[in-house]
């Protein structure tokens, strides 16, 4: 009697051949191999360090190997940097939840950045203030409006509540510039903390107290302003969330 493979029962997915299993493991390997290249090379020496060349020599690699795998040095670092957004992301969406207000949303949103980066300075310095190439949506290492990736959709939504608390329905490009202010606010907060935190020419009120005058102002401007625009405008029936659809690739 002979053994005989067993057939896959009916509408059970074929697995892939043997062969082509190993040959996408092996990839798998080579790609986190690169990217665990890139992190090293940008800890010694800057985004500045990272080539397509130098990627290649790190691992014993082809500059050819590493093409085919990202198109470029952006989206190699992109993705090398992925864990680093997404562990951001996520702090941010799980301090933002889904109980109170959007402003207490956004408070608490806040904080959790601040804290996240005096937390992980190094991580925050290279991720927001350290210039480095950009990559398209298309090819960036987190998902474009995915909320557990991507930071600035999940501010963008909460700016967007905060107007639709205040009865109002605005553009696109309003909702975005008032998350950019308040982002910038915060970040600007954080940077000077992680930079002259104990210089001693000025006293600072502690981080929390300093946060919440911020965000008394932030809030309170922004509110001035979306008050103040014409009727129209602050009317327009273009709703931010509406964002371009994108596929990571």
């Known amino acids: 009697m002979t053994a005989r493979t067993p057939k896959p029962q009916d509408g059970a997915a074929t697995p892939p051949p043997r062969h082509t299993q190993l040959r996408d493991r092996e990839l798998q390997r080579r790609r986190s191999a690169m990217l665990s290249a890139v992190r090293t090379l940008i800890r010694k020496g800057g985004v500045q360090a990272v080539t397509m ?23 190699l ?3 090398a940097l992925e864990r680093d957004f997404v562990q951001l992301s996520r702090r941010l969406l799980d301090a933002a939840g889904t109980s109170g207000t959007a402003a207490e949303r956004l408070r608490r949103v806040s904080h959790a950045y601040a804290s996240h980066a005096l937390e992980h300075p190094l991580q925050y310095r290279l991720l927001f203030m350290e210039q480095r190439p950009l990559t398209t949506i298309e090819n960036a290492g987190i998902e474009y409006g995915n909320l557990s990736e991507d930071a600035y959709a999940l501010l963008c939504g909460l700016v967007q509540a905060l107007a639709s608390e205040q009865g109002r329905d605005l553009p ?16 600007g907060t954080v940077a000077l903390r992680l930079s002259t935190d104990k210089d001693p020419w000025f006293q ?4 929390d107290a300093h946060l919440d005058i911020l965000l008394d102002v932030l809030l309170a401007g922004v509110a001035t302003r ?9 009317n327009s029936g273009q709703n931010a969330s509406k964002r371009p659809p994108a596929k990571r690739k």
Do not use: C, N
């Open 53 to 75: 060349r130098s990627v290649a020599d790190a691992i014993g690699a082809s500059t050819t190997m590493v093409y085919s795998l990202f198109p470029d040095k952006a989206a």
């Open 77 to 79: 670092i992109s993705h």
């Open 172 to 187: 696109v490009q309003e909702i975005q510039t008032a998350a950019q202010i308040i982002w910038e606010g915060v970040h």
């Open 204 to 207: 600072r009120l502690a981080l």
């Open 226 to 234: 979306w008050s103040s625009l014409p009727e129209g405008v602050q």
